[in-house]
């Protein structure tokens, strides 16, 4: 079982940056690969990012290569997403998910455990 709290969301204007953070605690949890998923009213749940256990893959989503970074601390068993130049777009909670193996990091079924979630909203 791995538990996720994620934080740092909130409200901020575009153009500004945030970091979220996702602190993982269970067993073997700093071995599974790792995914921020965000989710907009009406909308489907997609992929944002992920990075696989080791930290030597990542993806990103197109909307957001260039202006966001995936990373994760080891020894914090924490895992970040800094988002720049935030858009008005970005506005979605954004959810923090753990899978074992490193295939299929774009697959929100194929994750199985999750955060609570946390709200990022930018304003124009």
Known sequence: QVQLVESGGGLVQAGDS???????SGRSSSSYA?????????K??????AITWNGGRTYYA???KGRFTISRDYAKNTVYLQMNSLKPEDTAV???????GSYSLTTA???A??????????SS
């Open 18 to 24: 945030l970091r979220l953070s996702c602190a993982a």
């Open 34 to 42: 790792m995914g921020w998923f965000r989710q907009a009213p009406g």
């Open 44 to 49: 489907e749940r997609d992929v944002v990012a």
């Open 62 to 64: 197109e909307s957001v």
């Open 94 to 100: 954004y959810y923090c998910a753990a899978k074992a």
């Open 109 to 111: 079924g194929d994750y």
């Open 113 to 122: 455990y999750w955060g609570q979630g946390t709200q990022v909203t930018v």
